[in-house]
């Protein structure tokens, strides 16, 4: 089993910025595609930025040139850099992992194992 714990949520004004983490435990050697999901109310979870073993990155549109995702191995741990933030970007945010070997790939067709219990990102207008 694979623990994932996301910390670095709050409230911030449109414009700024907020990084979150993700710690994981358990089977670490078990994972292999990690990314950060959003999802609001009533709304679809999303994929918001996803990353291969081997380093491919995937963000969506919304927020492509806004947001970095980065992996640290040593540290276990990843992270979401949230720029420019806009009243849009509020949702849930929770880190996720699979152990399924998808190659490369990294998208919407992700089917994750492991989800953390979220952090909230409120943006005030």
């Known amino acids: 089993q694979v623990q994932l714990v996301e910390s670095g949520g709050g409230l911030v004004q449109a414009g700024g910025s907020l990084r979150l983490s993700c710690a994981a435990s358990?089977?670490?050697?078990?994972?292999?595609?990690m990314g950060w999901y959003r999802q609001v109310p009533g709304k679809e979870r999303e994929l918001v930025a996803g990353i291969s073993p081997g380093g491919s990155i995937y963000y969506a549109d919304s927020v492509q040139g806004r947001f970095t995702i980065s992996r640290d191995k040593a540290k276990n741990e990843l992270t979401l850099q949230m720029n420019s933030l806009k009243a849009e970007d509020t949702a849930m945010y929770y880190c996720a992992a699979t152990s399924s070997y998808y190659s490369d790939y990294v998208g919407p067709r992700l089917s994750m194992d492991f989800w953390g219990k979220g952090t909230l990102v409120t943006v005030s207008s």
């Open positions: 358990g089977s670490i050697r078990s994972i292999n595609t």
